[in-house]
């Protein structure tokens, strides 16, 4: 007696499982796409703030090497 009360207990609950188990939401696959494009954009923003960073540095190089013939000569170096 108490075994078929557990078992139809049991089977009552494994029925309204069983649904959620063979189908995912929707919801799941719209979720992972957003997070597909956001890395794609974080990915970008990274690559452009690399680039402008390496800009940068190219323009403090040629500072640079513009600085020592100014210091020398002791005049600005005329463009043009």
Do not use: F, N
């Not at 108490?2 to 499982?17: C, G, N, P």
């Amino acid at each position: 007696m108490q075994m078929e009360l557990l078992r139809d207990k049991y089977e009552t609950q494994r029925t309204s499982l069983v649904r959620w188990l063979d189908s995912r939401p929707d919801t799941v696959d719209k979720l992972r796409a957003v997070m597909s494009s956001i890395t794609a954009v974080k990915s970008k923003l990274r690559h452009r703030i690399a680039d402008s960073q390496d800009l940068q540095d190219v323009s403090s190089t040629l500072h640079l090497s513009v600085c020592p013939s100014v210091c020398r000569t002791g005049r600005s170096v005329k463009s043009g």
